[in-house]
């Protein structure tokens, strides 16, 4: 990885963290992570690790059909999901669109299009007369009161919608169903992160982490109940999946000292300032801004498309750069900027040089690197502190997914940051919201 420019590898410099950085992120993140399950300390601890009230693993044989409901992702789904024991998993599913003005507007509209989507689903598949279970995974941080319980403690990754936050989700879900007239029992809520911890852990018993790398970034892990303060559950059971909420790292100011001025614009600008710090340095709602930050930054040094004589219009447009754009150059193969050429001549910048396109190229791989680190930093920490000979992660998100040297860079991290005589794997959750729904649901229903 070279940029052609001198100054532009200097500009970009702020972006390498060295490892000595990342094990003070990684301590930092182990304090904080301790701070979120400790009672006295939980209320003013960033990362606030909530425990789910999923204790059981499944063990793949589990048998049922369910629907489930994904909102949170770059997608909103509803899935009918059948677990056939023996690890096997039958699905079918609908994506369905959620308009910009019922992300931000009232929340009885969003969970009036929910059901309605739900209807329109159930119709297709001609499910309207089964009474079924139905898990709800819904990617926000929420305290969880029960398996069927959880308080929205506040909205990320863009939505807004008012009258939603301190309420319990599951009740504004079932009264929308209600008002849909659709016979269906909401029998768990769950994180994205659990979805994907369960369902990577129907496959394989060595799953102990789910990870989300996607619009938002979190994780959740498998903790002894000893060591959860706030752990009401039944006293019979060794372990509790926590969700920790890790991606609100930061924000009383404990990656300071890694932040770049990109990262302190790009909270400033966005729907919450001051919170998920450490998501906006790594997830997809934020990285192509980044970068578009520091292209700008480059062009106003005059380091960058120095022979275009205009500066690009589109590329002053916030959000104009998608972090497709980066996983999209970063797949060009080394010297060939095929990809890189069409993006930029998408933002009208049509005479880029090789140069241009290589220093383009090397902004996008400074900010996609970072974003690896400092995850690997979160995820070795937490394989530390469960601290068995092995470990897998399960992980899923449309960042890990697309781009195309992610985990390879977390990977090579996480290897250097994971203490000496534990191993660990990553494994790709295959559909991790559903199937995870379904798997949570499975274990509740009777
Ligand atoms: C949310 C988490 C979620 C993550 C990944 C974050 O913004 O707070 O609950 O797991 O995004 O979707």
């Given at each position: ?41 939980h ?53 369905f ?27 297709e ?71 994907t ?25 498998l ?21 920790t ?115 383009v ?27 068995e ?8 998100g449309t960042?890990y ?40 649901a ?5």
């Amino acid at each position: 990885m070279s940029a052609k420019t001198p100054r532009v590898r200097t500009l970009m410099e702020e972006f390498t963290l060295n490892n000595s950085q990342l094990a003070e992120v990684s301590r930092r993140f182990l304090n904080e992570i301790n701070r979120g399950l400790c009672a006295q300390t939980h209320d003013n601890a960033d990362v606030k690790c909530f425990p789910t009230y999923v204790q059981d693993l499944p063990t793949g044989e589990e048998v049922g059909k369910y629907l489930a409901l994904d909102l949170g992702g770059t997608n909103f789904r509803v899935l009918l999901v059948t677990l056939k024991a023996h690890h096997e998993v039958d699905m079918e599913s609908k994506i369905f669109a959620i308009p910009k003005e019922i992300m931000t507007g009232p929340g009885v509209q969003l969970f009036d299009h929910i059901a309605e989507c739900l209807y329109t689903f159930m119709k297709e598949q001609n499910l309207v007369d089964e009474h079924l279970h139905l898990g709800f995974t819904f990617s926000f941080p929420c305290q969880q009161l029960g398996l069927t319980k959880g308080i929205l403690v506040r909205w990320t990754k863009g939505f807004n919608c008012a009258g939603v936050e301190n309420e319990d989700v599951v009740l504004l879900l079932k009264d929308a169903l209600k008002r849909r007239q659709v016979d269906i029992s909401v029998v768990a809520i769950l994180n994205d992160t659990t979805g994907t911890l369960m369902s990577c852990a129907h496959r394989n018993k060595h799953c102990k982490i789910g990870v989300i790398i996607g619009t938002g970034c979190n994780a959740c892990y498998l903790e002894r109940v000893e060591n959860v303060d706030l752990y009401d559950g039944p006293s019979d059971k060794s372990h509790v999946i926590i969700n920790t909420e890790f991606g609100a790292f930061g924000e009383s100011g404990m990656l300071d000292f890694v932040r770049s001025e990109y990262d302190r614009f790009v909270d400033q600008a966005s729907m919450n300032p001051g919170r998920q710090i450490y998501e906006k340095m790594i997830s997809g709602m934020y990285m192509g801004e980044i970068v578009r930050l520091a292209l700008l930054k480059a062009i106003d040094k005059k380091l960058i498309f120095t022979d275009s004589g205009r500066k690009p219009q589109r590329l002053q447009i916030v959000g104009s750069f998608e972090t497709k754009f980066v996983s999209d150059i970063e797949s060009d193969p080394n010297g060939d900027f095929t990809n890189c050429r069409a993006i930029l001549a998408g933002l009208g910048i049509r005479n880029a040089t090789d140069d241009d396109c290589s220093d383009v190229r090397y902004i996008c791989e400074c900010v996609s690197k970072r974003a690896a680190h400092l995850v690997a930093c979160g995820l070795a920490m937490l394989i530390n502190k469960i601290d068995e000979p092995f470990v897998t992660v399960g992980v899923d998100g449309t960042v890990y997914r697309l781009h195309p040297k992610f985990k390879g860079y977390m990977f090579e991290k996480m290897r250097q940051l994971v203490k000496p005589g534990i191993e660990f794997d990553l494994m790709l959750s295959e559909d991790g919201s559903g199937r995870g729904a379904a798997l949570v649901a499975a274990t509740v229903a009777v």
